[in-house]
């Protein structure tokens, strides 16, 4: 009804290869669009932006880079933590050297430290697949957490081993820092993880996109095909870790504020990884969707017995909150184990057939 | 020069100078390697079986410590909470196999993994609502585990063995040539094995497959109470030790994720060779706590010359 598609006529390749072949995907972003950039300022509290906004935004992000290398290129990483961790180290020592760079040019800068590292943990990815990969990631994973504890110069041989942000003004208005306003901080958040998702639906439709999913879904034929597997899995390396370590920077300067080492550490990477997987491998909307439940649970367990008048001491809601949200990883597993995005591609087909059921 | 010296020279001198500290410290690792080595024992048997990548082993160790540590604080005797915890351990490979894995057959690898790692979450949640999240001691001496320690003095040097520790290798070559008999000579065993090489074919001669997948994790859910008992005699029942689980992955990387020999070889080299290199090069060149990634770095470097492992299968690939 809402999703009528008949009429829509594509007379040429370009219009059939549209970013947005049916109309009404585009007015349903249009209207998904208003509500983040005006209803959300207009009605959200300080708690709201703090608590589920920003870290919605900044975790999607993050798990974004990490579909890209998983659920494009096939490439299994448990060590997305690690590289948020190098973006986030990168963007404060750029931030406190130079201290007149523009944050946005610190925090696109930081990115390349951890697309380096990135490609450089990917090489073993040239030889070893699977679980055996996914570990050899964990090695990243162990190796970055402890450089960032026993490299003093990190983090400026702080006494307390800690990174703190100092307030970076850009054009007059204190964007990060303790001075910031939580309203800029989410307009600032939300504008990168726009423009870094325009680029991700493009890259992953396009040239490069076909060429990870051919890699992913058989790399031996894609070979034969005349694909350059080396390539193509470290360009998914360096994609992936960019976006993971500009994910990781924003994490730390537009949301925490303060961060140490193990702050970076394996809860990190599996948080990310759940996101990705329970939103769903290999689609770009899944993330945000992905983000959304697993930030806001524990909000929403933490509220429902108070909402009742149960009284339940806090280390009592702290256990059944980890409980209850592995219980609901392996439901959702069960349910669907394509994730949420196919949930809503389950919808939208349903949509566009009403009332009709075939 | 001087850089190359303490990286190439003194550390083996210092080995040199003082063998019975050498002694001590191979020793040390010794011990760590056996638990490694069956923490990833718990992981190859269900890997083989199932081809499932059981991220809740290091739980389930957890887990298994922590109910007969609190069995026996409600009054039970030590030696009826262990028969009551191997049934604890039954109850939770039905629950696991019944509520997790048969919904999930055929899935994807990947999808059976973060399954594991959301029984991890769950089993973490439920463990502390249950027994609390505070450091327990192990019922050592209730269990009969000699706890004193024995001194032997080579070199004119002084060298001290803990019993408990004894006990432990002990037990765990006892375990481990129990399992191969039962793997290799049971019908059950023969079956676990036939069910590695081909799910299908094994389904076909009449092999149950929840079954076998119940038993192979009750398997798992034993091993996990000894390494349980093990530990948490050397430093507490917590759910700290969760990250064990972590030191057993370079492990399965190293012996391979099908080869129950793997395990055993890689859990102990990577023990010892962790510990010399923590104390020699670890401590005075990078400042310590190596151990955390160290294991991870060895079997990276192998890999890159032996992907499957060093006694992993051939990996060999059809088009």
């Known amino acids: 009804m809402f999703y009528r598609t008949a009429g829509q006529f594509k007379t040429s390749y370009e219009a059939d290869h549209a970013l947005f072949p049916v109309r009404q995907d585009a007015f349903l972003l249009g209207v998904v669009l208003v509500i983040a950039f005006v209803i959300f300022p207009l009605t959200a509290s300080e708690f709201t932006f703090r608590a589920l906004l920003i870290p919605v935004l900044i975790y999607s992000l993050a798990a974004l880079g990490l579909n890209i290398l998983t659920g494009y290129a096939g490439q299994l990483s448990l060590g997305t933590g690690a590289f948020m961790g190098v973006g986030?180290?990168?963007?404060?020592?750029?931030?406190?050297?130079f201290p007149e760079m523009n944050i946005v040019v610190a925090i696109a800068l930081s990115g390349f430290f951890s697309a380096a590292i990135g490609v450089l943990f990917g090489l073993p990815s040239l030889r070893i697949k699977g679980f055996y990969l996914a570990i050899a990631t964990l090695a990243a994973q162990f190796f970055?957490?402890?450089?960032?504890q026993k490299w003093a110069w990190l983090y400026n041989d702080n006494a307390s081993g800690a990174i703190q942000v100092p307030n970076i003004d850009m054009f007059g208005i204190t964007v990060a820092g303790p001075r910031a306003t939580a309203i800029t901080q989410y307009y600032f958040v939300l504008c990168v993880v726009c423009v870094i998702t325009f680029f991700a639906i493009n890259i992953t439709r396009g040239r490069i996109g076909r060429m990870w999913k051919a890699v992913r879904d058989m790399d031996i034929a894609a070979e034969l095909v005349g694909i350059n597997l080396m390539r193509s899995k470290l360009m998914a390396f360096f994609v992936s870790s960019y976006v993971v370590g500009i994910a990781g920077a924003l994490f730390v300067f537009l949301w925490r504020g303060a961060a140490e080492a193990n702050l970076f550490d394996i809860p990190l990477s599996f948080r990310v990884l759940f996101i990705a997987i329970i939103g769903g491998l290999g689609s770009i909307l899944g993330n945000f969707l992905g983000a959304i439940l697993i930030v806001a649970l524990p909000v929403i367990i933490g509220s429902v017995p108070q909402a009742f008048g149960i009284p339940l001491d806090s280390a009592m809601v702290e256990h059944l909150n980890i409980m209850i949200i592995g219980a609901l990883i392996i439901a959702f597993l069960i349910i669907e184990p394509h994730g949420l995005a196919r949930f809503w591609a389950m919808i939208r087909e349903k949509f566009i057939l009403w009332p009709f059921p075939h | 020069m001087e850089f190359l010296n303490d990286i190439l020279i003194k550390p083996f001198a210092d080995m040199a100078a003082a063998p019975d500290f050498l002694l001590?410290?191979?020793?040390?690792?010794l011990v760590g390697g056996v638990l490694y080595a069956l923490i990833a024992l718990g992981f190859v048997l269900i890997y083989k079986s199932s081809r499932i990548f059981n991220f809740a082993q290091g739980i389930m160790v957890v887990f298994a410590a922590l109910t007969l540590v609190g069995l026996y604080e409600k009054g039970v005797?030590?030696?009826?909470?262990?028969?009551?915890?191997?049934?604890?351990m039954l109850v939770l490979a039905m629950t696991i196999e019944r509520v997790v894995l048969r919904p999930l057959v055929n899935q994807p690898d990947i999808i059976l993994f973060m399954a594991t790692i959301g029984i991890t979450l769950f089993l973490i949640g439920f463990g502390e609502l249950i027994f609390g999240g505070e450091n327990k001691v192990m019922i050592t001496e209730q269990l009969f585990i000699p706890t004193g320690s024995i001194v032997f003095e080579p070199f004119g040097g002084f060298v001290s063995i803990e019993e408990k520790d004894l006990t432990a290798v002990i037990g765990a070559m006892v375990l481990v040539a129990a399992l191969l008999v039962f793997l290799n000579k049971s019908k059950i065993g023969r079956a676990i094995r036939?069910?590695?090489?081909d799910h299908q074919a094994a389904l076909s001669v009449g092999i149950s497959l929840s079954t076998i997948w119940v038993i192979v994790w009750f398997i798992a859910g034993v091993i996990a109470l000894a390494t349980g008992i093990v530990w948490g005699a050397r430093a507490g029942v917590s759910f700290a030790l969760e990250v064990i689980a972590f030191k057993a992955l370079p492990v399965l990387m190293l012996g391979g994720l099908e080869s129950v020999m793997g395990a055993i070889i890689g859990g102990l080299a990577i023990g010892i060779l962790e510990k010399l290199f923590e104390i020699y090069w670890g401590q005075p060149l990078l400042g310590g706590n190596t151990e955390a990634w160290f294991a991870y770095m060895l079997a990276l470097l192998v890999l890159l010359f032996r992907p499957q492992g060093l006694f992993g299968e051939k990996i060999i690939e059809r088009v």
Do not use: M, N, R, S
């Open chain 1, 88 to 97: 986030a180290y990168a963007c404060y020592k750029l931030i406190t050297i």
């Open chain 1, 144 to 148: 970055l957490v402890w450089l960032f």
């Open chain 2, 24 to 29: 001590q410290v191979l020793w040390e690792g």
């Open chain 2, 77 to 88: 005797p030590a030696l009826l909470a262990l028969p009551l915890t191997l049934a604890v």
């Open chain 2, 194 to 197: 036939a069910l590695g090489d």
